[in-house]
């Protein structure tokens, strides 16, 4: 994916909104939109079958929004971005590192966007996507210019969020195994990389990932730890898996970065040789290529 802008300002540069003007998107940035949409899809690492469109919608009644599963939530949009994931073991995962993908191409056109997670599957969406047996909606996100001014809703939900803080780099990465924090300086080359992952959003700014750096320093292993109790609400009403469309999130900041800084490498599923903490999960090690 190609951007004006570098994805390290992108990444510090996005954030979440949930008001949006009634000004049209011009054609020429859908256009980009909707050109890098296959590209994105095919880059996701875990081979999932996704598919995406920018959704155009007209004025809309607050029954239809209630259809589309965002009334309430989202003020003024007309344009979302969404997809469906077929199935597949990490298509949470692979959703994740997409979605994320086309949020950061929308922020370097210079358009606002915000993550709606849980499960589109049952909406209006899954109608406009024409969503087919197995096929998922796991999240969509509006897209479009912002207000510039956040309602008191938008300010309480970042408030009881946290949606500025980040947990402390001793807490999301280590050396060699789980327990033994990691610092900038030993990361070298990875410390920006790791950086833009620290600055990822998720559900509820929860965080889930962990990022452990193997013995000799090339590989990186990714590991989810669930907030406990936090998913299982979501999972008993057929809700997507927030905690892993986060980690996907995590990936897609991992990849785009080291590319930038011109370290290549691949994503494997093959589990790291050491034990993992209780309620963790290996889900992909990074390692170099070339």
Request: proline residues 7%; glycine residues 12%; aromatic residues 10%.
């Amino acid at each position: 994916m190609k951007t004006n802008r570098p994805i390290a300002e992108l990444i510090r540069a996005r954030t979440s909104w949930r008001a949006y003007l009634s000004s049209p998107i011009e054609q020429a940035k859908k256009q980009r939109l909707r050109e890098e949409m296959d590209s994105v899809a095919a880059a996701a690492p875990f081979g999932t079958r996704l598919r995406f469109e920018l959704i155009e919608l007209p004025e809309l009644a607050p029954e239809a929004l209630r259809a589309l599963g965002t009334y309430g939530f989202i003020k003024g949009a007309r344009y979302f971005l969404a997809g469906t994931a077929g199935e597949g073991d990490r298509r949470f995962e692979d959703y994740g590192f997409a979605l994320e993908s086309l949020i950061l191409l929308a922020t370097d056109l210079g358009l606002g966007t915000c993550w709606l997670g849980g499960s589109f599957s049952n909406s209006a969406f899954a109608s406009q996507l024409r969503a087919g047996p197995g096929e998922r909606v796991p999240a969509v996100s509006p897209v479009g210019y912002p207000t510039g001014q956040r309602a008191m809703r938008d300010r309480l939900i970042r408030f009881v969020a946290g949606s500025k803080a980040r947990r402390r780099w001793d807490e999301l990465f280590f050396s060699e195994q789980p327990g033994r924090p990691l610092t900038p300086e030993e990361a070298g080359p990875f410390a920006e990389v790791l950086e833009l992952v620290r600055l990822a959003p998720s559900a509820s700014n929860k965080q889930p990932w962990r990022i452990v750096r193997a013995r000799g320093g090339e590989a990186f292993h990714l590991l989810l730890e669930r907030t406990p109790g936090y998913n299982e609400g979501f999972s008993r009403f057929g809700k997507a898996d927030l905690q892993r469309l986060d980690m996907g999130i995590a990936l897609c900041h991992f990849e785009l970065a080291a590319s930038e800084a011109g370290l290549r490498g691949g994503w494997s599923t093959e589990e790291p040789g050491f034990g993992l903490p209780a309620g963790s999960a290996h889900v992909a090690t990074w390692s170099p290529v070339g």
